[in-house]
Structures are given as structure tokens and as C-alpha cells.
């Protein structure tokens, strides 16, 4: 019996397909790969959001108003305030641009070789941004400012990258 609108398609034997115009059809064992990493659509969702973003650039704010307090406390503030909204900025529009670079729409793309694309693009989006910010600020300790987000960049891309990689394919069959 074959419907493909509102119920469940059934072929010779046990697969179930998922049958509606606007999703994807798969036999059952790829769907079952869906909901088996649906946590991981849960963290990359929070990844995305402005809540994820506005978080994560509290903290390099704040890094850098100690970083450069030396400045005095008008500089740091600025450079503090400069540094977390970039910083938030970066992380809810880096995850965009990452999802363009790994190949969003295009499926031949995807894989490793986008999740390398979106490492590297994401990482160079990144720290053109924040050189052009600080430069532009006139910020005296800038590799003290960026030294310590470099690490938990590289890691936010990376595991960002890869998470596209397991969250892209999932539906494919």
C-alpha cells in the first residue's frame, strides 16, 4: 500500500517510511538515526541561538575589560563592551556563515570536506573580525585580550564543524 500524504506508507515487510510532502522520506532505519542524535539537534539549536551568543561573549567581555584595565577604566569598559559584541555577534552570525561554508542545501559538499570548510572559515571569520575591531579601538594588549579565546575558538569550531557533519547526514538515506 503506497499513500503519500497523510499516513504512514508501508512496503513489503516492516519498514515504516515517513510519508508528508514536507518531510523527508526514509526508511525506518535512517529515521531511527534521527532520533537517535536528536540531542545533538538540541545543542546545535542552543549553538545558534542569541541566548548561546550573548553568553559566550559575556564572558570574552569581561576577560577583556580585565585585560586591559591598564588603559584605564573608560578604555576597558569600551574594549569590554567592544569585545562582547563582537564576540556575540561572531558566534550567532560564525554558526550562519560555518553552516554556508559545510555546504547548507548541497549535499555533494557535505561530510569531512565540508566540516574542514567550515573549521577554517569559521576560525579566519572569526579573528579577521576581532582584528579589525581591536585595530579599529586601538586596543595596546591585543594578544593578551585574544590569547585566551583562542583555544575555546578552535574548539567551538571544531565541535561546530563536526556537528554539522553528524546533524547535516542524519536525514539522508
Known sequence: ????????????????VIAR??????PAPCAKKVHKHKHLHV??????????????????GAWAVWANWSQGATMALTIGAAHWLTSALLTF??????????GRGQPQMWGWAGSLRAFAGGLCLTYASLFAVHGALGTQHLLLT???????NILFCASYAL???????AVTP
Do not use: C
Open 43 to 60: 545543542v546545535r539549536h542552543m549553538m545558534d541561538s542569541w541566548l548561546g551568543a550573548v553568553l559566550g561573549g559575556g564572558v570574552y
Open 93 to 102: 552570525f560564525g554558526t550562519l556563515a560555518m553552516r554556508q561554508f559545510y
Open 146 to 152: 585574544l590569547a585566551p579565546g583562542i583555544v575555546p
Open 163 to 169: 556537528l554539522l557533519k553528524r546533524t547535516m547526514t
Open 21 to 26: 510532502p514536507t518531510e523527508v522520506v526514509a
Open 1 to 16: 500500500m503506497l499513500n503519500t500524504f497523510d499516513h504512514l506508507m508501508t512496503f513489503q515487510g516492516p519498514q515504516t
